[in-house]
């Protein structure tokens, strides 16, 4: 399916990465977004309540995070498709709400603009440091997806594909950008709305008294319906059988927790997004993500003008971690290079799926400024002898 | 309900048709004032005329926060203090619903109080109906922001000493268009503003208040159900349009006021969004879904 033409803003802007986000989720179908602002994240929903009006659909500024990452939920039900826009402290807010997302299976997208962290932070520089968080930061076991846009033409781009995921799936998908991502200016091409593809939500063709909300077929995926028409479904954050119904036992939870769990590991594979530069017969390989990669990507070129077999995978889907890929590399190549703006996540990772079979030389970064190419240069050179 | 439904269902609760029943028995305990608050409620539904597939209900966590899985119509069972903010969602993503709050005290006026200001404020178009039952009865018993003083609750072991909130003074301050208390004594009063309630625009607090025989009863000696409906049978006054500011209950089974104390008009957020966009935009500008009718 083809985007609505009303939320596509087609042609060439010099816009930042926020603005350019906030354009990706109308080209992408949002027609409903909730936030409390917070920097470096603001300018997302403010540039959402300056278009939407005239889209057609909503904005509001709620009294906080725990709100805003409920009525997100809240419009889903009623058949939107939402999002929710923050930073490090806000996200901190929403976990409860990720975990409600994640057991409802409620399609919604929520956006991570990161700043330096514990607390408070920096609250205007940047950090790579809430990968981690979006992946286990709410209590018990979900998999969710995170994308991690290098630009702002990807902020665009790569939204559009989150909230795809978000409504072929039906799992809350984080938008990991950071300070600098945000906050960069650089040109931005965006289509003609029949260029553009949207997931539609995955509806279903089952009537009243037929439909159970919580039935799946081989995708693992349930269908949804929209609050309003006839179907008096209830959903709840308890454990529950097909029909949506609490059921407290271990038997539905071994079946409900497997369940959502394996809509995203079956499919791991599909949801491999990486970016590969020279890394077949390199002796190093430099994994990265975000911005970090605009970086790296220089400090690979140098490396390489020394005579370095040097390739470069970046991460375009941080989680899930396309493990079986660093596994394959791991048998060919000497050592990974992983350079982050956080004390070592992604890191672990790597070193999780290479499993001993080649050297992990971490390159952690508390944040505040991106890595210096030459420290990253350094380290390739020390993983090549 | 027509002459022949009422014949062909004859032997049939009228409550059972607005609940699941297929999910009976419910979990509240013997005595339990929740179950009133749900029956009065099945009669404003009925009454309203309202199609009920344009009906939903939201609830929090908690005993309380039970009653949304009960209830035969689009129902959510949310997160705990949060049912407001979902419902805030649900209601502007398709303002054709009528949506209904439901939760315990300690859900909408402790972790959830935020919500219940703004959402006051703004005037959110939904119906918020707030069973008091002075306690969180969900975790077994402990102290509320509803709980009078002196009242012993497990983590108040020696009596309780922090002034609780007087409700609808609060939602009144906060602009709600309707407030009203009553208790589970008065059925047909709580039928009723539970129907106005349904039927008005705007932001709705209805404070239900009820016993809660296992917990707040048995640990302050106050005997079963029925006797709380005696206290609130012997010292509730009606005072319709009382001023919220003295209608407290802060005193250990002190006097009770009940009525509906507000009754106002004011523009919901979404008709004053629609209105200020349309005044700013012109005819560019879709007034947004179409308001709750109010038949
Ligand atoms: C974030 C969070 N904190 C605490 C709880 C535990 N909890 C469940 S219900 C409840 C209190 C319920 O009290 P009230 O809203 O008055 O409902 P009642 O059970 O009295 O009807 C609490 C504290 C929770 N579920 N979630
Ligand atoms: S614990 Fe109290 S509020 Fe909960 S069901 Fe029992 S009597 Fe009702
Ligand atoms: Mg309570």
Redesign the interface.
């Known amino acids: 399916m083809h985007a609505d033409p009303k939320g596509v803003l087609t042609g060439i802007h010099f816009i930042d990465g926020d603005h350019a986000a906030c354009e990706g989720a109308l080209a992408a179908g949002c027609r409903f977004a909730a936030g409390y602002p917070i920097t470096p994240s603001t300018e997302v929903v403010e540039r959402f309540a300056a278009r939407i009006p005239l889209v057609g659909g909503m904005f509001i500024q709620l009294e906080d995070e725990l709100a805003s990452s409920i009525a997100i939920q809240g419009a889903a039900w009623a058949g939107k498709k939402v999002m929710t826009v923050t930073s490090g402290p806000g996200l901190s807010l929403m976990m409860e709400h990720i975990g409600l997302a994640a057991i409802a299976e409620v399609p919604s997208v929520w956006v991570d603009v990161q700043r330096g962290g514990p607390s408070t932070g920096l609250p205007t520089l940047p950090a790579q440091a809430d990968m981690m968080q979006v992946k286990w930061g709410s209590h018990g076991d979900y998999e969710p997806i995170a994308l991690s846009p290098n630009s702002p033409q990807e902020c665009f781009d790569l939204m559009i594909k989150a909230f795809n995921l978000a409504e072929t799936y039906r799992v809350p998908v984080f938008f990991m950008m950071d300070e600098v991502v945000g906050h960069m200016t650089e040109r931005v091409v965006i289509p003609e709305a029949s260029e553009i593809e949207v997931v539609e939500r995955k509806w279903t063709a089952k009537k009243p008294g037929e439909y159970r909300p919580y039935e799946t077929d081989a995708s693992l995926v349930p269908e949804m319906v929209k609050a309003g028409d006839g179907y008096r479904i209830h959903i709840t954050g308890l454990t529950h059988d097909e029909r949506g119904y609490p059921a407290l036992n271990p038997q539905a939870q071994d079946k409900l927790v497997k369940r959502l769990i394996n809509k995203i590991r079956a499919n791991a594979d599909k949801l491999v997004d990486v970016r590969e530069d020279g890394v077949e017969g390199a002796d190093v390989v430099v994994v990265s993500f975000g911005i970090t990669s605009r970086v790296a990507g220089a400090a690979v070129d140098a490396a390489r003008a020394a005579g370095i077999k040097v390739g470069h995978l970046r991460l375009v889907i941080t989680w899930p971690f396309p493990a079986q890929r660093i596994r394959q590399l791991a048998a060919t190549v000497k050592a990974f290079v992983v350079p982050e703006l956080n004390m070592g996540q992604m890191a672990l990772e790597v070193e999780r799926a290479a499993a001993g079979k080649a050297a992990v030389l971490t390159l952690p970064h508390a944040g505040g400024t991106v890595h210096e190419p030459a420290a990253i240069l350094a380290k390739i050179k020390e993983a090549a002898q | 309900m027509s002459a022949t439904d009422v014949l062909s269902c004859e032997f049939e609760n009228p409550v059972m048709p607005y609940l699941?029943q297929e999910?009976l028995p419910h979990i509240w305990c013997p005595g339990c004032g929740i179950g009133t608050t749900v029956n009065c409620f099945t009669r404003a539904l009925a009454d309203s005329g309202m199609d009920l597939?344009?009906v939903?209900i939201?609830s929090g966590?908690g005993c309380t926060g039970r009653v949304?899985?009960y209830m035969?119509?689009?129902?959510?069972?949310?997160?705990h203090?949060?049912a407001?903010?979902?419902?805030?969602?649900?209601?502007?993503?398709?303002p054709?619903?009528k949506v209904v709050v439901y939760s315990g005290d300690g859900d909408l006026s402790a972790i959830g109080g935020?919500?219940l200001i703004?959402a006051a404020r703004r005037n959110m178009d939904l119906m918020v109906v707030c069973v008091n039952n002075f306690t969180y009865g969900m975790t077994g018993g402990q102290v509320a922001p509803t709980t009078p003083l002196g009242a012993t609750q497990t983590t108040m072991p020696y009596g309780n000493f922090e002034t609780p909130f007087n409700l609808p003074f609060l939602a009144d301050a906060c602009g709600a268009v309707y407030v009203a208390r009553w208790t589970v004594y008065h059925v047909k009063q709580l039928a009723k503003a539970m129907l106005e309630g349904l039927k008005k625009k705007g932001f709705v607090f209805i404070e239900a208040m009820a016993p809660c025989p296992t917990l707040y009863s048995r640990r302050n000696r106050l005997g079963d159900g029925v006797d709380q409906l005696k206290y609130y049978k012997e010292k509730s006054k009606i005072v319709n349009g009382a001023n919220t500011k003295d209608v407290g209950l802060s005193l250990f089974q002190g006097d009770i006021v009940v009525g509906k104390f507000v009754d106002r008009e004011r523009p919901t957020w979404l008709d004053a969004m629609n209105e200020h966009?349309t005044q700013h935009?012109g005819e560019?500008?879709?007034p947004?879904g179409v308001s709750h009718a109010q038949d």
């Open positions: 699941r999910r597939d344009k939903a939201v966590i949304a899985g035969n119509l689009d129902s959510f069972h949310t997160t203090g949060r407001i903010p979902f419902a805030t969602g649900l209601k502007l993503a398709n054709e619903l935020n919500h703004h966009f935009f560019k500008f879709t947004y």
